[in-house]
C-alpha cells in the first residue's frame, strides 16, 4: 500500500484512486498537511487566492419532508415557521447589490406555497432588476418541467445536495416517499437543462461508513457537479436522531481537500456547518481547498428560525456585519473576497477532460 503522501500525490496527479486507496486515505490516522497543501496548491493554479462570495437568502421554513435529520422537518411542532414576500425577497437583494454580492442564493424547504408561478415571478423580477447576477435556487426536488420553467425565467444555478449515494443509507436518513433514484433523477434534468448544478453531502451523518463517502465521491464523478457543497452533520434535538453525535470538523476538512483533487475546477463552499462545530471551520475549509463563502443575506428576525441544526451561527448578524466579518475571515487565512459573479473555470477542450 502507498504512503499517504504518495496517495496524495497520485489523487492530485490523476485525480482518481482505486476504492481500496480512497479508504486508505480517508481512514489516514495522522496529520493532513500534505494533503490540505497539495489541495491549496491545485485551487491556487486555477482560482489563484480569490474567494467568491454569494448572499444566501432563507426564505422559506416551511417543508412538506420529513427527513430524519433536518430541523425544519414537517413534524417538527416547535419549529416557528415563516415566509418571506416577494418584496422581503427583493430588499435581501438590494441590499446585497450594495455590499457587492453579484450571486442571489435563494434557499427554503420544499415550501408548496411557492409554486411554480411564484417562484418564476420573484426569479423574473430578480433577473430584471439585477442582470448582471448569478440566481441561484435551492429549493428541493421538483419536476423537470419546474425546473425549466425557473430556468426559463431566468434562474442559472441550482444547487440540490444528494446527502448521500448508498441506498440503503438513503433509507435510514429518509421517510418512505422519498427516492435516491428521484433525487438523482432531479440532479441529472438539472445538468442537462442547462444549469450549473451544485450536489453534495453530509459527512457522520448517522450510519454513514467510509464505503458510503466512497459511493458518494464515484457519484459525484458521474455527475460532475460545478459546485459541491458538503459540511458535518449537526444534530438537532427536535428530530429523531437527536442523541446521534455531529460529525467530524476533521473528516469534513479531509474531504474539503480530497474534493479540490477529484475536481480541480470545482465551486467548493467552507460551509456555515464547519463554522458552527469550529471557530476557525471556515478559515481552515479555505486552507483546505474550498473557494466560497455564502455570507446571509436573510432578515436577522427570521434567521433563527431557519434552523437546520443547533447553534448555527451568524444568526444575529445585519448583513452588512455578516460581510464584513467574513471579508476579515477571508484575508486572515491568506486569501481576498472578490465581487466578482464566480462562474466555474472550467478546462478548455485542450486540457484534460
Known amino acids: 500500500m502507498k504512503t499517504f503522501p504518495e496517495l496524495v500525490q497520485t489523487l492530485r496527479e490523476t485525480r482518481n484512486l482505486p476504492d481500496p486507496e480512497l479508504k486508505a486515505l480517508l481512514e489516514h490516522q495522522g496529520p493532513d498537511e500534505v494533503l490540505f497543501q497539495a489541495a491549496d496548491?491545485?485551487?491556487?493554479?486555477?482560482?489563484?487566492?480569490?474567494?467568491?462570495?454569494r448572499g444566501l437568502i432563507e426564505f422559506t421554513n416551511y417543508c412538506r419532508n420529513n427527513c430524519y435529520y433536518c430541523g425544519i422537518r414537517r413534524d417538527n411542532k416547535n419549529a416557528e415557521r415563516y415566509r418571506l414576500s416577494q418584496e422581503e425577497i427583493?430588499?435581501?437583494?438590494?441590499e446585497g447589490y450594495a455590499l457587492g454580492f453579484r450571486t442571489f442564493v435563494l434557499q427554503g424547504g420544499e415550501d408548496p406555497y411557492y409554486t411554480d408561478a411564484r417562484i418564476c415571478a420573484i426569479v423574473t423580477e430578480i433577473r430584471r432588476r439585477f442582470p448582471d447576477c448569478a440566481i441561484t435556487l435551492s429549493i428541493g426536488e421538483k419536476s423537470r418541467e419546474s425546473y425549466q420553467a425557473f430556468f426559463?425565467?431566468?434562474a442559472n444555478r441550482y444547487l440540490l445536495r444528494h446527502e448521500t449515494a448508498s441506498e440503503p443509507h438513503y433509507r435510514s436518513l429518509h421517510p418512505d416517499g422519498m427516492q435516491l433514484s428521484n433525487r438523482k433523477r432531479c440532479l441529472y434534468d438539472l445538468k442537462e437543462i442547462g444549469y450549473q448544478v451544485g450536489s453534495g453531502f453530509m459527512v457522520g451523518s448517522p450510519g454513514q461508513t467510509t464505503e458510503c463517502i466512497i459511493q458518494d465521491l464515484r457519484f459525484l464523478q458521474d455527475l460532475q457537479p460545478d459546485m459541491i457543497g458538503i459540511g458535518p452533520y449537526i444534530t438537532h434535538p427536535d428530530t429523531p436522531f437527536a442523541a446521534c453525535?455531529?460529525?467530524?470538523?476533521?473528516l469534513t476538512l479531509r474531504l474539503v481537500a480530497v474534493l479540490r483533487l477529484m475536481f480541480p475546477y470545482a465551486l467548493l463552499p467552507a460551509t456555515t456547518a464547519l463554522g458552527t462545530l469550529h471557530p476557525l471551520g471556515r478559515e481552515l475549509g479555505l486552507k483546505a481547498g474550498?473557494?466560497?463563502?455564502?455570507?446571509?443575506?436573510?432578515p436577522v428576525s427570521v434567521r433563527k428560525l431557519y434552523e437546520l441544526?443547533?447553534?448555527?451561527i451568524c444568526t444575529g448578524e445585519e448583513a452588512a456585519q455578516c460581510r464584513g466579518c467574513l471579508e476579515r475571515r477571508v484575508d486572515s487565512a491568506g486569501y481576498q473576497i472578490v465581487t466578482a459573479i464566480g462562474n466555474v473555470k472550467r478546462e478548455s477542450a485542450g486540457e484534460r477532460g
Do not use: Q, W
Not at 453525535?245 to 476533521?250: A, L, N, Q, W
Not at 474550498?290 to 436573510?298: G, I, R
Open 90 to 94: 427583493l430588499d435581501c437583494c438590494e
Open 309 to 312: 441544526y443547533e447553534n448555527k
Open 290 to 298: 474550498a473557494n466560497v463563502v455564502m455570507p446571509n443575506l436573510s
Open 245 to 250: 453525535p455531529s460529525g467530524s470538523v476533521d
Open 41 to 53: 496548491k491545485t485551487r491556487r493554479e486555477i482560482y489563484g487566492d480569490e474567494v467568491y462570495i
Open 152 to 154: 426559463d425565467a431566468g
